[in-house]
């Protein structure tokens, strides 16, 4: 007969370490149990390393950098319009200066003796910005104030009127503003060779039939005076229906 093997075998040999580890174990099972009974969070046991810390969350991403003011300014639509504006009224502002402006004293003041008025006006009789060019500009602009203000006395002032059927220099200003068909053309008068320089008298006849007269009517005979400030005025006038 053959021997049967035993129905239960003994049990493998423990490790003692093991056996230490398992023991261990089962006293934190415990310890923790009696924590929980007693409302406290559970602590680690003697020995034991805390689990790692969890590392900080890494901070979000930096934003889009912000544009520099001058830059938010330059793509902004209303100030680009404002600075096309600016620059539109500096262009116009200047064309009319050329056209329509000049050096134009203007105005009535007393001399120093207080005897007679003395008229600010230009220091030469001729040209463009002379005494008789700027008459001629008021005269296509309608400023009969700035126009009549050129006549040294009440005299020349009337004749210049009543050549023109006006009442007074002013109205005769604006009766001539209406024949004027282009101002910056009308202003631009000619003049002969013999009046390109300053006078070397203190008295000068300017005759309109020896301009160059466009776009508008001539105005007639002048005479004007130089002044003791220096500057023409017209001392004159005479009527000239037709010229030869």
Not at 34 to 43: D, L, M, V
Not at 55 to 74: E, I
């Amino acid at each position: 007969m053959t021997e049967e093997p035993p129905r239960n075998p003994p049990p493998p040999d423990i490790d003692p370490e093991q056996l230490r580890q398992f023991q261990e174990f089962q006293r934190f099972q415990e310890f923790q149990r009696f924590q929980q009974a007693q409302g406290s969070e559970p602590a680690l046991p003697p020995g034991a390393t805390p689990p790692p810390a969890i590392p900080p969350a890494a901070p979000p991403p930096p934003g889009p950098r912000r544009r520099p003011l001058w830059q938010v300014l330059l793509r902004s639509k209303f100030v680009r319009r404002l600075v096309y504006l600016v620059v539109v009224l500096l262009v116009a502002s200047y064309f009319y200066e050329q056209y329509f402006g000049g050096d134009d004293p203007g105005g009535v003041a007393e001399d120093s003796g207080g005897v007679e008025n003395n008229v600010i006006a230009p220091a030469n009789p001729y040209g463009s910005n002379g005494t008789i060019g700027q008459f001629y500009k008021h005269v296509g602009t309608g400023d009969g104030g700035r126009a009549c203000a050129y006549f040294k006395s009440d005299g020349p002032k009337k004749a210049f009127a009543e050549a023109f059927g006006a009442s007074d220099c002013p109205a005769a200003v604006a009766k001539l503003k209406g024949e004027v068909t282009d101002v910056s053309t009308y202003r631009q008068l000619v003049f002969p060779q013999t009046m390109v320089n300053p006078p070397a008298s203190g008295s000068v006849d300017v005759s309109s039939c020896a301009l160059e007269v466009r776009s508008g009517p001539r105005l007639g005979k002048f005479v004007l005076t130089r002044q003791t400030s220096g500057a023409w005025a017209i001392t004159g006038y005479e009527a000239e229906p037709s010229c030869p």
